[in-house]
């Protein structure tokens, strides 16, 4: 294996690579670079995400610039804006050490005012999304009358995303001599097209084989019923304790929906998905990046060009209609040599669709076993012991409370304090999966009885459909809301209300959504300080009014009493605690504007 420098790679990139970390060239890379360097013809590259094409295009790209021209020298596509900033990060990286080079993203979402005022200073390379960049050309802010090389990333994703006449648009204004590349997962008849009316006698690099899935996911289903595939979904999240994924859901309805599911369960999850502002987008994903969220739910569309490190797991909830959308989620994983796993919830007739998968991919699934209770349990126990086993103690920060500690605790033996330590954090889970059955369909299992395991504790309360409203749990207080799913009030919509409304720490238990109305349970001590904070708010321009559930209002108004009307169930709900002091200071989220009578 060559190194870098053997590649061609100058001293100024080497020594800025090596900071990031960068020792040998991946494959892609080891065969891009030179060509990239050295060689005049096009080139089709077919790699999977994931597997440093970045680097592959970005150092040649940059070593060809010529400083001294401050007109845009190359330009790189990408399908959406995530990737386009992420690109434009990588770049500026790469060149840390050139003085005087200028890359500039480009992309919808943004002011364009500030990326015209920015073309006119001078950039040598643009990242663009095709969009934006068509609307500037037809501005005439942008001319790429001096660009010498075309970098076409995820093109193939462009491609689903409808932006084939803009790129066709677009290459109609750079120079017949241009050098261009194209990258792309997968080959289909479009790419081929493009690569025929744009590119001149182009070389073909295959990382793997042409639309093979990355050689380091695991690909895994499960096979249950489709009325127990959230349950399935809870399950392996639960058997993963540090699992940090993409769940990927066909719709729009489906992903809200499964996401308020799994907040209302006490997962630490959110959605992605067309409806939202780009605004929100970009909350959501920072908060994905940083890791304050394990489980993103998000459509394809929204999920496309997302560069995120280190994912365990891609969950298909639902199969795609086309295979090529399966290796484009499955590579989201697995990235950059590391192991990722794909899983697929499937039910009974998704099981061809799942075959064809395999045909195309070139890879076989393996048959998982949705985890039991007893799994579960034992698996979560397990990683809690190992924390305690790595956690950092700061001697001298809690050397002034142990003594007082000790003498309270000294009549209880270590065995006895270790039992007490598994309770604290496992009673909930402990009782929920009590007496869960499998989920697997018969079948498939094998089972004598022939009868489907039903969970009375998950799926008995989802099937029956309906429950009265309850009280709160012991320490808890239950709250109405006068907001519901029709004014399109969810779970993360109270959640940012409190977070931007209620000074200190507040612990939200059980949340649930009615149409007009809601119910959420707050810690008894910050029931007041809650009903305080949200008052005169309004959501959307309507006005919030709390109150503890079932208490008639002391002012001399009517009394909203709150219908007992049913709610659907979905199952066990973890404690969520908040620090809303951390959030008041990001500037990017929307306040609830408070409006006084």
Not at 142 to 163: H, K, P, Q, R
Not at 364 to 381: A, D, M, S, Y
Request: hydrophobic letters at 35%; one cysteine or more.
């Amino acid at each position: 294996m060559k190194t870098f420098e053997e590649l061609g790679i100058g001293d100024s990139i080497l020594k800025a690579i090596t900071e990031m970390g960068y020792e040998q060239p991946m494959p892609v890379q080891e065969q891009v670079i030179p060509h990239l360097l050295y060689e005049d013809t096009d080139l089709v590259a077919l790699a999977q995400t994931g597997t440093g094409k970045t680097a592959a295009f970005g150092l040649p790209v940059i070593q060809r610039i010529d400083i001294k021209n401050n007109q845009p020298q190359a330009l790189i596509l990408s399908p959406t804006r995530e990737l386009c900033l992420q690109i434009a990060s990588d770049l500026a990286d790469y060149s840390k050490y050139i003085d005087g080079l200028r890359v500039l993203p480009v992309y919808g979402g943004s002011s364009i005012d500030s990326q015209i005022r920015m073309l006119r200073k001078g950039v040598h390379i643009v990242v663009a999304t095709p969009g934006r960049l068509l609307d500037l050309i037809e501005r005439k802010t942008v001319y790429l009358d001096n660009v010498s090389t075309v970098i076409m990333d995820e093109a193939d994703e462009m491609l689903n995303m409808g932006f084939l006449d803009s790129i066709n648009a677009i290459l109609s204004k750079v120079p017949e001599n241009r050098k261009t590349l194209l990258f792309s997962a997968t080959m289909p008849a479009e790419i081929a097209k493009i690569a025929r009316n744009y590119m001149h006698n182009p070389q073909e690099v295959v990382i793997g084989s042409r639309n093979e899935g990355a050689a380091n996911v695991k690909h895994v289903y499960y096979l249950v019923h489709a009325k127990d595939k959230y349950l399935a979904l809870k399950r392996i999240a639960d058997f993963y304790p540090n699992i940090y994924g993409i769940i990927f859901c066909r719709t729009r309805r489906e992903t809200q929906e499964i996401a308020d599911q799994l907040i209302q369960d006490g997962y630490n999850a959110d959605s992605l998905h067309g409806e939202l502002s780009q605004q929100q987008r970009d909350a959501v994903m920072q908060k994905f990046r940083v890791r304050n969220i394990q489980l993103l739910v998000a459509t394809d569309v929204a999920a496309r060009g997302l560069d995120v490190n280190d994912l365990t797991h891609v969950i298909n909830y639902g199969l795609p209609d086309d295979i090529e959308t399966y290796t484009h989620r499955s590579g989201r994983t697995g990235r950059a040599g590391k192991s990722g796993i794909s899983i697929a919830i499937v039910h009974v007739k998704e099981k061809g669709r799942l075959r064809e998968i395999e045909r195309k991919i070139g890879k076989q699934f393996e048959k998982g076993h949705v985890p039991t209770g007893t799994e579960i349990c034992e698996k979560q126990l397990f990683n809690l012991v190992d924390r305690i086993e790595k956690v950092k103690v700061n001697e001298e920060e809690i050397a002034s409370y142990l003594p007082s500690i000790f003498r309270k605790l000294e009549w209880l033996s270590e065995q006895d304090i270790i039992k007490r330590i598994v309770s604290l954090e496992f009673n909930r889970l402990l009782d929920y999966y009590k007496d869960s059955n499998e989920l697997d369909v018969p079948d498939e299992r094998g089972r004598k009885d022939g009868k489907r395991g039903r969970d009375d504790r998950e799926g008995g309360k989802r099937d029956s459909g309906r429950d009265r409203t309850r009280a709160a749990e012991p320490g808890f207080a239950r709250l109405f809301i006068n907001v519901g799913k029709t004014d399109g009030f969810f779970p993360n919509n109270l959640i940012e209300l409190v977070n931007n409304n209620v000074r200190g720490r507040v612990d939200i238990g059980r949340i649930d959504l009615m149409p007009s109305f809601s119910f959420f349970d707050v810690d008894e001590k910050s029931a007041h300080r809650v009903i305080s904070g949200l008052k005169n708010c309004d959501f959307f321009g309507r006005r919030i009014n709390v109150e503890i559930a079932g208490e008639k209002k002391s002012e001399g108004g009517r009394r909203r009493k709150p219908s007992p009307e049913s709610r659907e169930s979905y199952g066990h709900s973890k404690k969520r605690s908040y620090n809303h002091e951390k959030f008041s200071s990001d500037k990017s989220k929307k306040r609830a504007s408070s409006k006084k009578k």
